[in-house]
């Protein structure tokens, strides 16, 4: 796995916490230089400790990925120190509400960052990606990070749920219309069963030890995913070990998704 992605490098959004900080630390592991993303500066500073302990570089860059402006920024800083030929839409936010209770407004601002974000993201991404070849194929890999939630429901789930299938569907659109271009771009997601990260920890008002953990037993490996578990399928799609791989959504949730 040492040199997966050598000579690779890869903007990932929501690099402050959770799968965000797992992908950007093993991402590096792989030899790649990884631009993580986010809102929150302390995540990200905490990320960067992480990755230099194991003698692992890391560029940070505070990133709204609601807005158009902040996008332009990391696109124009991450290709500064040359092409960039990964993107992992990873920032997402949950808001978990029953239909009930949620506003409009919540229901969009959730739509913003988890569909809206990536369509601009990828873009940007794209158009950089393209210029950078010039007359040569492009040649990328793009990841979306959806959720079980895209296509399993819960009544909570009235923002998540949709926001989420519809990236997944982003993906497979932008698979077809980028694969008919002569490129090599390639645009696949990772959808994840539940796993305990700063997400779901924050998902319920109670600690996560006094959580009633009866979904489990609706998943056949009755337990919750790991977050390094979602990081590796998220590198196996960056890689060219995926290369004839494009459209496909993995889904890393302990058989939960498809019974
Ligand atoms: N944890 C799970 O069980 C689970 C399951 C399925 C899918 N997911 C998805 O995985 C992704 C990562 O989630 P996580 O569980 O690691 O949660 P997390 O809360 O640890 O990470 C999400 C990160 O996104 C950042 N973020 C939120 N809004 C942003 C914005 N507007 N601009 C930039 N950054 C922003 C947050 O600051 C945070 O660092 C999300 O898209 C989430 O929907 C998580």
């Known amino acids: 796995m040492s040199s997966l992605l050598s000579g690779r490098r890869a903007i990932i959004t929501g690099a402050a916490s959770g799968f965000g900080r797992a992908m950007a630390h093993i991402f590096a592991q792989a030899g790649a230089d990884v631009v993580g993303t986010d809102l929150n500066q302390d995540g990200l500073a905490e990320t960067q400790a992480l990755l230099a302990d194991d003698g692992l570089p890391f560029e940070a860059l505070e990133h709204d990925v609601t807005s158009p402006a902040s996008w332009n920024t990391v696109i124009e800083t991450a290709f500064q120190n040359g092409p960039c030929d990964i993107l992992v839409n990873n920032a997402g936010v949950a808001k978990l509400q029953r239909f009930g209770e949620m506003s409009l407004e919540t229901f969009q601002s959730v739509c913003n960052v988890n569909i809206l974000g990536p369509f601009a993201g990828t873009k940007l ?5 393209r210029a950078a070849a010039g007359e040569a194929p492009a040649r990328a890999s793009i990841v979306n990070i959806t959720s079980i939630a895209a296509k399993k429901s819960l009544p909570v789930f009235t923002a998540y749920g949709p ?47 006094e959580r009633d953990h009866s979904l489990v037993k609706a998943i056949p490996i009755a337990r919750y995913g790991e977050i390094e578990e979602v990081a590796k399928a998220a590198l196996y799609l960056a890689s060219d070990r995926a290369k004839f791989v494009t459209g496909h959504t993995i889904p890393v949730d302990g058989g939960w998704g498809d019974i």
């Open 163 to 209: 926001s989420k299938a519809g990236l997944a569907n982003l993906t497979k659109a932008l698979a077809v219309e980028l694969g008919l271009k002569g490129d090599f771009i390639r645009v696949n997601a990772v959808a994840p069963g539940p796993v305990r990260t700063p997400m779901t920890e924050a998902a319920a008002d109670l600690p996560w030890e």
């Open 125 to 129: 991404f794209v158009e950089q990606v």
